[in-house]
């Protein structure tokens, strides 16, 4: 199985599968004498890891991170890059193969098992092997590297919407996703969410999401036209991660809503001298290159597969027959995706910030 990485000079690949024993990526173009440790990367890794709420899969993974190679103490005790490849990986403790037992030979209705199997001719029916959500720890490891190469770039995700529900924006606090099990920036919408996925998962199904991941500090210059917008790659990103089925940048969809006059972000000049814009419909993407103003993207997650009713499915003999999904799984798995979104946000701005360095000095 090939495209198993992503990015140009911040080059990441992932390998590992849900249920083997560990999973783990290669970053090679970090640039050297970054300071890092698995401090620096935990943090985030403890934001994605799974068990942590009832609204989440009950797995229960430490996710510990570990480096294996590409940094080494200097002289002065500081663990700092070296510019060779950097090799993360965290154990597997907590598999069950044996809840997808039933599975074996079923397709479940939304996953990728008929697609793999049709495809590669085998599939790991233990979780789903690399098509599994468990991939994306990785990403996350890989995205608090890329953090630390972007010095003054400050990269947030919320979830804006849980099933039909969505925050206030008139609520929105940065500072409140960290008092909730949800990443939301509203009080009340987490508060509403509790009670409305409780009744969720409770009935063995599940909803989807969107998430919003902004990054400020971006300076005016990153991405290239034509093939190498930054919006082209940031959108390729986020749909890559599992589950996602719809991205957008700025307004997206909303601005064929709008004309010409509404949608056009007018500049002026600010006391300084320096342009300003007096609006942020484009997201802070213009032709694909970065304009200044903050990054926006939005993707929607679509609801979790595996539920406990029943669903119209056919084996690979081709009989047909009904399938439920039993295990431990997430009745809204875009609660999850916020920090693999911010990740993925980083690992591209990561990229491009090389290239633009590579290319303008």
């Keep these: 199985m090939s495209h198993n990485s992503f990015g140009h000079l911040f080059r990441v690949t992932t390998w590992g599968e849900s249920h083997g024993p560990a999973i783990g990526c290669v970053i090679d173009g970090c640039p050297p004498l970054v300071p890092l440790t698995e401090i620096d990367i935990q943090g985030y ?48 403790t907590d598999q069950r193969s044996k809840d997808y037992s039933e599975i074996k030979d079923r397709f479940r209705p939304g996953h990728a098992d008929f697609t793999y199997d049709a495809k590669y001719g085998i599939r790991d029916y233990r979780g789903g092997g690399r098509s599994s959500a468990r991939e994306t720890a990785m990403r996350v490891a890989a995205g608090a590297v890329a953090r630390k190469v972007l010095q003054g770039v400050t990269i947030r995700g919320a979830l804006v919407q849980v099933g039909p529900h969505k925050v206030d924006r008139n609520n929105w606090d940065w500072a409140e996703i960290a008092n909730n099990a949800f990443f939301a920036p509203d009080k009340q919408a987490a508060a509403f969410w509790a009670d409305y996925l409780d009744g969720v998962r409770k009935a063995g199904s ?100 595996s539920i406990l009713t029943e669903r119209k499915s056919i084996t690979r003999q081709g009989e047909e027959v009904d399938v439920m999904t039993k295990g431990r799984h997430d009745p809204c798995v875009g609660i999850r995706a916020v920090p693999v979104g911010e990740a993925m946000m980083a690992c591209v701005l990561a990229d491009h910030f090389l290239r633009h360095r590579g290319q303008v000095g």
């Design 45 to 92: 890794m403890d934001q994605r890891k799974p068990g942590q709420s009832r609204f989440t899969t009950q797995r229960r993974e430490p996710d510990e991170v570990k480096i294996l190679s590409g940094v080494m103490v200097d002289e002065d005790g500081v663990q700092k890059t070296t510019g060779t490849p950097i090799s993360l990986m965290v154990q597997n």
């Design 206 to 305: 599940s909803v989807g999401a969107v998430i919003e991941v902004v990054a400020e500090g971006v300076p005016v210059g990153w991405g290239a036209p034509i093939y190498g917008k930054l919006d082209t790659d940031l959108t390729a990103a986020m749909m890559s991660i599992n589950a996602v089925k719809g991205v957008e940048v700025g307004n997206g969809f909303d601005a064929a809503t709008l004309t010409g006059e509404e949608n056009a972000d007018e500049i002026r000049v600010n006391d300084v001298g320096q342009p300003v814009f007096l609006t942020n419909n484009a997201g802070g993407v213009l032709g694909g290159i970065s304009n200044g103003d903050p990054l926006v993207v939005r993707f929607a997650v679509k609801p979790t597969s």
